[in-house]
């Protein structure tokens, strides 16, 4: 590694000592900046996930102007999806819409299982691109099996999930032949993205937090278990995020993570004692970066308090950046975590 290379993030993923809390900020590339703003006016949001170099441009434009410790590839959790031959569109007020919902045995029977390398090959140019430029770590990603089968099902975004809990309850052997095929496919993807020079992985579990503890060790789980047991060879930290999750982290932690990710919810001190020798990622709420400076970098000076016993700590946001926030008030809390964080 280049003596210019900054290996915090990696390091806190590990546990060993840093001389900083690494910070990265979950969804850091994105419409909140107006030089990704500019990008965007151009292309739609797929065309984007599926030109490199745009992409590169884009992922590289936090880590320039914030100056986080981490870079996170720009793409999306549906990528695969779409490449499973489910067709998907981006609505500009709706997200993400899958017109072809899977509900029934032909439709799944109809999805692949794709060669990541031939089918998202534009991704995996993406990362190779980036770490040809990048001082810091590049995290690769995907959506954990339940997240993805969530979109697939509903044919889009949800509030109740009906459709999704329908099948779960219903018709549970369609449910768990959805979730295998999104697992293999997840498997080979990241795998892929290992590969082409990812240097950790995220897998997010933005709706794991709709289910009750017994039906998330049921049917969301054993899924993430086997994805991330497959991974142990590439010798990548993984990160696994469940989103609303502070009810499910006894069993999150028996992922095999490395890395739990957590959201606001819970104070970080407890979530800590629940997860063992095990880093945490995490979890000032998005919404107070709001916060006027003084009580912003007092609210990070307790959260990082808070992390001591640590076993290690990367600083992030309890989900993504809301696309309203200032990038000024972003930068002042990562300058913040530097500054208040440096041992
Ligand atoms: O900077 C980064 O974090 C990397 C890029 C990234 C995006 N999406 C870009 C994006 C990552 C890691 C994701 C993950 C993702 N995508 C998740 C998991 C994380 C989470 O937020 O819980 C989910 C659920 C999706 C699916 C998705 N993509 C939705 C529901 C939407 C629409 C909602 C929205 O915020 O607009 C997207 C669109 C999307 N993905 C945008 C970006 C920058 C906005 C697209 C635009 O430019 O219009």
Excluded at 19 to 36: F, H, K, N, S, V
Excluded at 240 to 262: C, E, I, M, Q, R
Excluded at 306 to 334: D, M, R, S, V
Aim: charged letters at 20%; aromatic letters at 10%; glycine letters at 6%.
């Amino acid at each position: 590694m280049n003596a210019s290379f900054n290996d915090t993030f990696l390091k806190a993923c590990r546990g060993e000592k840093t001389d900083y809390t690494p910070i990265w900020m979950m969804r850091q590339a994105g419409r909140y900046l107006p030089e990704y703003q500019k990008v965007r006016g151009n292309v739609t949001f797929l065309e984007l996930c599926k030109n490199p170099e745009l992409c590169v441009e884009v992922t590289l434009q936090p880590v320039d102007i914030l100056r986080v410790d981490a870079a996170i590839l720009f793409s999306d959790i549906l990528i695969p999806m779409e490449a499973m031959g489910a067709p998907l569109y981006f609505h500009e007020g709706r997200g993400p819409i899958f017109p072809e919902p899977i509900r029934t045995t032909e439709a799944l029977n109809k999805l692949i299982v794709p060669d990541p390398d031939e089918h998202t090959g534009f991704v995996m140019e993406t990362i190779r691109l980036l770490r040809q430029e990048l001082k810091v770590p590049l995290i690769g990603f995907s959506g954990a099996p339940f997240t993805l089968a969530t979109y697939l099902i509903e044919g889009g975004s949800s509030k109740v999930f009906w459709e999704t809990k329908k099948m779960m309850f219903t018709q549970p052997a369609l449910f768990h032949a959805l979730m295998d095929k999104i697992s293999q496919c997840t498997i080979l993807y990241l795998q892929a993205q290992a590969r082409a020079g990812a240097q950790a992985l995220q897998i997010f579990d933005s709706w794991a937090g709709v289910l009750a503890p017994c039906d998330f060790a049921e049917f969301a789980l054993p899924y993430v278990q086997r994805i991330i047991s497959k991974l142990q060879d590439t010798g990548l930290p993984i990160i696994y995020f469940a989103n609303n999750g502070a009810t499910l982290l006894k069993l999150s932690a028996t992922t095999g993570a490395d890395v739990l990710g957590l959201d606001w919810r819970i104070n970080i001190g407890d979530a800590i004692r629940q997860v063992g020798d095990r880093a945490v990622q995490g979890n000032i709420d998005p919404f107070a970066l709001l916060l006027p400076k003084d009580k912003l970098r007092q609210r990070i000076a307790d959260l990082l308090e808070g992390a001591k016993e640590a076993y290690g700590h990367i600083f992030n946001l309890g989900h993504g950046i809301h696309q309203f926030t200032p990038p000024e008030q972003a930068k002042i809390a990562i300058d913040a975590v530097h500054e208040l964080s440096a041992r």
